[in-house]
T-cell receptor, first 109, second 116 residues
Framework: GQNIDQPTEMTATEGAIVQINCTYQTSGFNGLFWYQQHAGEAPTFLSYNVLDGLEEKGRFSSFLSRSKGYSYLLLKELQMKDSASYLCAVTDSNYQLIWGAGTKLIIKP | GAVVSQHPSRVICKSGTSVKIECRSLDFQATTMFWYRQFPKKSLMLMATSNEGSKATYEQGVEKDKFLINHASLTLSTLTVTSAHPEDSSFYIC????????????FGPGTRLTVT
């Protein structure tokens, strides 16, 4: 079966750095997405990785290792508004998006 | 950027009635639209994939007669929850894919449905 694992919840301090991991087992791979979702709202796009390596975009970076079926989202200089759920999603060989359950990130002052 | 709207944002209806949710791509033509359902603290669950001018493709376990999807134009798809029951209460989210692109879906803001 297809499976995406990410931690259920993480807590970090304002101004710090946090890394949210995602491992996947899917039938084929055509890219990995990270989305941010605030409570009661739809997801918003953060990043897309299809090749191995690190993609940096401001305070957020996303890393991919296809051989390990592994990705992480790195958030730097955490702000209170970063408190949200972070969803990892993989596009499989049929170009279907397979979603993780999301990681709830709690930022404390 | 690509904008997708949904209407209504919130709806409360009585058990047994039907509710229609609209999903519109405002500044681009969406050949494919996706309908998701999300339960509290759960991941997004794809319900169906809708291509303009053709019948929607439903995921396993989703009742197509209960969740009617119409994609009549390149900018509009509708989801009708027929004979709604309290267990249909959920957050329904649509997304739109750009023609030829599989790399990103643009999400609507979602519709909170509560069936009493």
């Amino acid at each position: 079966g297809q499976n995406i694992d990410q931690p259920t919840e993480m807590t970090a301090t304002e101004g710090a750095i946090v890394q949210i991991n995602c491992t996947y087992q899917t039938s084929g791979f055509n890219g990995l997405f990270w989305y941010q979702q605030h409570a009661g709202e739809a997801p918003t796009f953060l990043s897309y990785n299809v090749l191995d390596g690190l993609e940096e975009k401001g305070r957020f970076s996303s890393f991919l290792s296809r051989s390990k079926g592994y990705s992480y989202l790195l958030l730097k200089e955490l702000q209170m508004k970063d408190s949200a759920s972070y969803l990892c999603a993989v596009t499989d060989s049929n170009y279907q998006l397979i979603w993780g359950a999301g990681t709830k990130l709690i930022i404390k002052p | 950027g690509a904008v997708v709207s949904q209407h209504p944002s919130r709806v409360i209806c009585k058990s047994g009635t039907s509710v229609k949710i609209e999903c519109r791509s405002l500044d681009f033509q969406a050949t494919t639209m996706f309908w998701y359902r999300q339960f509290p603290k759960k991941s997004l669950m794809l319900m169906a994939t809708s291509n303009e001018g053709s019948k929607a493709t439903y995921e396993q376990g989703v009742e197509k007669d209960k969740f009617l999807i119409n994609h009549a134009s390149l900018t509009l798809s509708t989801l009708t929850v027929t004979s709604a029951h309290p267990e249909d209460s959920s957050f329904y989210i649509c997304s739109a894919g750009v023609a030829g692109g599989v790399y990103e879906q643009y999400f609507g803001p979602g519709t909170r449905l509560t069936v009493t």
